[in-house]
Nanobody, 123 residues
């Protein structure tokens, strides 16, 4: 499966953005999906996960209550709604697909990656 992330940009602190990740292939609905982010000079970190059906979600503590992940399998797309953004949310955001059938939060457990979209939050 090929993934294409979009929706990044520059936003002021307290603002919102919605990221999208469009997938190719007919098997999108069989993959769990995740969002990760990587700030300059830091390691890539887990942000959010959603199961293949959308029935299970999981978030990093740093974004819980502010970010929401959802998916529309009929559109082969997963979204990340980001509210109450903070300067520390500034990073390149990546979407990824996993064949695992449980919640997974580490990069080696994801099989496919998108190219990343930059989110910059100004103070």
């Amino acid at each position: 499966v090929q993934l294409q992330a979009s929706g990044g940009g520059l936003v002021q602190a307290g603002g919102s953005l919605r990221l999208s990740c469009a997938a190719s292939g007919r098997t999108f609905g069989t993959y769990g999906m995740g969002w990760f982010r990587q700030a300059l000079g830091k390691e890539r970190e887990f942000v959010a996960y959603i199961s293949w059906s959308g029935g299970r979600t999981y978030y990093a503590d740093s974004v819980k209550g502010r970010f929401t992940i959802n998916r529309i399998n009929a559109k082969n797309t997963v979204y990340l709604q980001m509210n109450s953004l903070k300067p520390e949310d500034t990073a390149v955001y990546y979407c990824a697909a996993t064949e695992a059938t449980v919640v997974v939060t580490t990069t080696p457990e994801y099989n496919y990656w998108g190219q990343g979209t930059l989110v910059t939050v100004s103070s």
